[in-house]
């Protein structure tokens, strides 16, 4: 079976305590996670699958602890060969335009280096959702057999 890395982008906590559920869920059906609260152009490169679980901060920006490796990625362009990935955002609809800005990126980004969407970004609003990993863990369920095979 396919092993899942998740890219965990976050600020406050709740897009990392999401990505924790995700894969202790997906875990307990034993399936291979790991989330990477770090990650090196090699972990995105070497991944089987991928999910980025993120947060958008500032006005549509990426984590700070995900902004060097998305830069890297955008610069040194490796390619992803149809690597299938999911891109699950938290944000909050009262920003307006740049509602899930840091998603909706990351989503283009790996389209462009030829990832496989398995789905289109899934948009979290924290206007509306107090249990954010509860959303995010049931949209991956609903993608995990393309995400996973
Ligand atoms: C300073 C700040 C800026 C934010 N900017 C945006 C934004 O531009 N777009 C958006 O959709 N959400 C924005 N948010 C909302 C967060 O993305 C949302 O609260 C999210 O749940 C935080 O998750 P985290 O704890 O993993 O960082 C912002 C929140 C803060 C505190």
């Known amino acids: 079976m396919t092993a ?5 982008g976050s ?19 034993g399936i291979d996670c790991t ?11 070497e991944a089987e699958a991928l ?9 549509g920006d990426i984590p700070p ?13 490796p390619l992803l060969n149809r690597k299938p990935f999911a891109v699950a955002a938290l944000g909050d609809s009262s920003y307006g335009d740049t509602y899930c800005g840091a998603g909706v ?8 280096l030829q990832g496989k969407p398995v789905a289109d970004v899934c948009k979290v ?11 995010v863990t049931a949209f991956v369920t609903s993608v995990k057999d393309e995400l996973i095979s």
């Open 35 to 45: 989330v990477l609260s770090d990650p090196q152009v090699s972990d995105v490169e």
């Open 105 to 112: 990126q990351w989503h283009e980004l790996l389209t462009e």
């Open 4 to 8: 899942l890395t998740i890219l965990a």
């Open 65 to 77: 602890n995900l902004e060097l490796v998305f830069a890297e990625l955008r610069e040194q362009f």
């Open 125 to 135: 609003d924290a206007m509306e959702s107090l249990e954010p990993e509860k959303d």
């Open 11 to 29: 600020v406050y906590g709740n897009a990392q305590h999401a990505a924790d559920t995700v894969a202790s869920a997906l875990g307990e059906d």
């Open 51 to 59: 999910l980025v679980i993120t947060s958008t901060t500032g006005q």
